[in-house]
């Protein structure tokens, strides 16, 4: 499955059980409001009640078939008037039209008033079995109580290209020495130990400016630079303190060599086509990558090690 398919999915998991909350709610208000259709009075006060059917709504209001809105706008605060007989024809949650016979949840837009990311909920209002209009319920997206697993990354390799400027300028470049290709049997035994016994779980190499980024498990909301100076004395792992490698690492900690030296081969296999960046995640497998030409790869572990990988039949 692509990535774009996974996350997809997971976004329309999410869609679906926020559609089944609203149905019940959204029907029994609409039938409440059929009944005192052309009311302005009454249905400003129905809708102003119906937060406690759908307490997390952001505003209610109601349209008609044209999209013209036969109502204040309701609000937890209030109402607001200068939304009476506004005209919601084009709005995204009204193109396409809405379907005259059933509740559709829109897709997610950005709200003309909290510049927020929204969704609206169109429910059907029918009159004596003829459609009248909508009743409108606008949601923001932080207040909705859904219990959102978080999205999981397919465990896949995927290619980003770069810059087309940097790419194009690829042949007219070629490696310049750093000081960490200088000395970089010294350095990467460093890193290894700073990621296997000393609690570094995701650590970024920068092979052309000599430093690295570290995220350590006991703090990882911030990440640590590390330069040159740093990295080529042993000591910097004193400043670090030993813990255990996880039990739930997908990276073995006998792998982080292997994948070490192999971010050696890919900085010195060729001068023009070179290893900028590498990154590993220990928790999620992936190892990162940024060449020359400014292409990226992400790519599970194991594929990477193996290399029999389509990654490696292009490095090839």
């Not at 330069?227 to 000591?235: C, E, G, M, S, T």
Request: contains cysteine; hydrophobic residues 40%; negative net charge.
């Amino acid at each position: 499955m692509k990535q774009t398919d996974n996350l997809k999915q997971s976004v329309e998991i999410q869609r679906a059980s926020l559609h089944n909350m609203l149905v019940d709610p959204t029907q029994r208000i609409a039938h409440e409001l059929a009944a005192v259709w052309g009311d302005l009075e009454t249905i400003n006060s129905l809708l102003g009640n119906a937060f406690s059917m759908v307490p997390f709504a952001t505003y209610l209001y109601v349209v008609d078939a044209e999209g013209i809105q036969q109502s204040f706008n309701a609000s937890r605060n209030g109402f607001i008037e200068l939304d009476y007989h506004r005209n919601r024809s084009q709005r995204p949650y009204m193109q396409p039209y809405p379907p005259r016979d059933t509740m559709s949840l829109s897709e997610s837009y950005i709200s003309m008033r909290s510049k927020r990311p929204s969704v609206t909920a169109m429910q059907p209002i029918i009159k004596d079995g003829e459609f009248v209009g909508f009743l409108g319920i606008d949601f923001d997206l932080r207040e909705l109580p859904l219990t959102r697993a978080i999205y999981e990354e397919p465990h896949q390799w995927h290619q980003l290209k770069g810059d087309p400027a940097i790419r194009g300028q690829l042949f007219q470049q070629s490696r310049a020495e750093s000081m960490l290709d200088q000395h970089i049997d010294d350095i990467l035994p460093v890193i290894e130990e700073l990621m296997a016994e000393s609690g570094v779980f995701h650590g970024k190499i920068h092979f052309a400016s000599s430093r690295a980024t570290i995220w350590h498990i006991d703090d990882p909301y911030r990440y640590r630079l590390l330069n040159y100076d740093a990295l080529i004395d042993p000591d910097i792992c004193l400043a670090y303190p030993h813990r255990a490698y996880p039990d739930n690492a997908l990276v073995p900690k006998s792998a982080l060599q292997p994948i070490l030296e192999t971010f050696k081969y890919l900085r010195f296999a060729d001068e023009t086509i070179y290893l900028r960046a590498g990154s590993v995640n220990i928790f999620n497998g992936i190892v990162g990558l940024n060449f020359s030409c400014d292409g990226s790869h992400y790519i599970p572990h194991e594929q990477f090690l193996a290399r029999d990988s389509d990654f490696w039949v292009g490095i090839a």
